[in-house]
Nanobody
Framework: QVQLVESGGGLVQAGGSLRLSCAAS????????MGWFRQAPGKEREFVAG????????GYADPVKGRFTITRDNAKNTVFLQMNSLKPEDTTVYYC?????????????????WGQGTQVTVSS
């Protein structure tokens, strides 16, 4: 059974940092693109950051460019999201996802596996 388990969320003051982790089990995802998405209450899930299978290609949504960094450790079947200079508007639930291609995909509908989400709250 495939599982993606996120961790690292929590409460932080504006300007602070958090590092999210997503550990995959049940199969190896080293050949697939992975990504982070987020969804606020009443809003659609949106792309945050993505990384290709080898880690040498990454992409970010405009609101997080220059502040967030996505990396992966294929040996540990894990993807990370380093979040710096956090803002109150970053407050929401963050989800990791895996697609079926070796590149990352920004489209929610093309994610095949999802984690359960981790809450990030940034206080002003």
């Amino acid at each position: 059974q495939v599982q993606l388990v996120e961790s690292g969320g929590g409460l932080v003051q504006a300007g602070g940092s958090l590092r999210l982790s997503c550990a995959a089990s049940g199969r190896t995802f080293s050949s697939y693109g992975m990504g982070w998405f987020r969804q606020a209450p009443g809003k659609e899930r949106e792309f945050v950051a993505g990384i290709n299978w080898s880690g040498d290609s990454t992409g970010y949504a405009d609101p997080v460019k220059g502040r967030f960094t996505i990396t992966r450790d294929n040996a540990k079947n894990t993807v990370f999201l380093q979040m710096n200079s956090l803002k109150p508007e970053d407050t929401t639930v963050y989800y990791c996802a895996v697609g079926l291609a070796n590149y990352y995909d920004t489209r929610v509908r093309n994610a095949y596996y999802w984690g359960q989400g981790t809450q990030v709250t940034v206080s002003s």
